[in-house]
Nanobody, 124 residues
Framework: QVQLVESGGGLVQAGGSLRLSCAAS????????MGWFRQAPGKEREFVAA????????FYADSVQGRFTISRDNAKNTVYLQMNSLKPVDTAVYYC?????????????????WGQGTQVTVSS
C-alpha cells in the first residue's frame, strides 16, 4: 500500500511563497509520475502540476504556469511544489497523487493514490 503525506501548507499573504512537500512510502516511487491537484470550496478538483517518473518533463495548468514549479527527489521519495507570487484564487486544499504509470497526465483518473491534502490560504 502506498501512502502519500503532504506538508508545507499554511496562511500566506498575496505575493508570498510556499513550498509543499509530499513524502511517499514504498520502493517504487521513481517508477511513477506524480501530480499536484487542488480543490477550492464549492469547486471541482483541478489539475495543478505533474512531473514524469524521472523528472525529465513537467506540466502545469495555465493558471499557475510561471509561478509554480514541481520537482522531485527520487532518492528521498518526495515531490515538491514551489509556489511563488501566490494569489487569493490559489486558496485551496492541495493534494499530491501518484500516477498509474511513468508518464504524467493532467487527468485525475490517471492517478491511483492520493494524499490527505494540505490547506493553502492566501490572504489579500
Amino acid at each position: 500500500q502506498v501512502q502519500l503525506v503532504e506538508s508545507g501548507g499554511g496562511l500566506v499573504q498575496a505575493g508570498g511563497s510556499l513550498r509543499l512537500s509530499c513524502a511517499a512510502s514504498g520502493r517504487t516511487f521513481s517508477a511513477y509520475a506524480m501530480g499536484w491537484f487542488r480543490q477550492a470550496p464549492g469547486k471541482e478538483r483541478e489539475f495543478v502540476a505533474a512531473i514524469t517518473y524521472r523528472g525529465a518533463a513537467t506540466f502545469y495548468a495555465d493558471s499557475v504556469q510561471g509561478r509554480f514549479t514541481i520537482s522531485r527527489d527520487n532518492a528521498k521519495n518526495t515531490v515538491y511544489l514551489q509556489m511563488n507570487s501566490l494569489k487569493p484564487v490559489d486558496t485551496a486544499v492541495y493534494y499530491c497523487a501518484r500516477g498509474r504509470w511513468g508518464q504524467a497526465t493532467v487527468t485525475d483518473n490517471d492517478y491511483d493514490y492520493w494524499g490527505q491534502g494540505t490547506q493553502v490560504t492566501v490572504s489579500s
